[in-house]
Nanobody
Framework: QVQLVESGGRLVQAGGSLRLSCAAS????????MGWFRQAPGKEREFVAA????????YDAYSVKGRFFISRDNAKNTVSLQMNSLKPEDTAVYYC?????????????????WGQGTQVTVSS
């Protein structure tokens, strides 16, 4: 059983930056690809970014490409999401998730474990 705990969410002005972190415990971290998803009020959960178990491959949603960057530290069992040039439409609860499976990382049903989420609010 893998436990995931996100941190780093807060209120930030448009154009600003935030770095979210997710700490994992309870499993062999490098065996899991990790993803970040977000859910805004009244909207479905959407894929943001994912990274392979080794960290060698990353995947980004079109809406955040060039602004958000996912990384991981397998020695520290953490995955991070660096968010730059934030926009009000980035406001959401951000979740990290872990999957044992390969591929289709944008599909939330592929993920086995989820954190509780961290709130990011971008003011205009």
């Amino acid at each position: 059983q893998v436990q995931l705990v996100e941190s780093g969410g807060r209120l930030v002005q448009a154009g600003g930056s935030l770095r979210l972190s997710c700490a994992a415990s309870g499993g062999t971290f490098s065996r899991y690809a990790m993803g970040w998803f977000r859910q805004a009020p009244g909207k479905e959960r959407e894929f943001v970014a994912a990274i392979s178990g080794s960290g060698g491959y990353t995947y980004d949603a079109y809406s955040v490409k060039g602004r958000f960057f996912i990384s991981r530290d397998n020695a520290k069992n953490t995955v991070s999401l660096q968010m730059n040039s934030l926009k009000p439409e980035d406001t959401a609860v951000y979740y990290c998730a872990a999957t044992r499976y390969y591929g289709d990382y944008g599909n939330s049903v592929r993920y086995d474990y989820w954190g509780q989420g961290t709130q990011v609010t971008v003011s205009s």
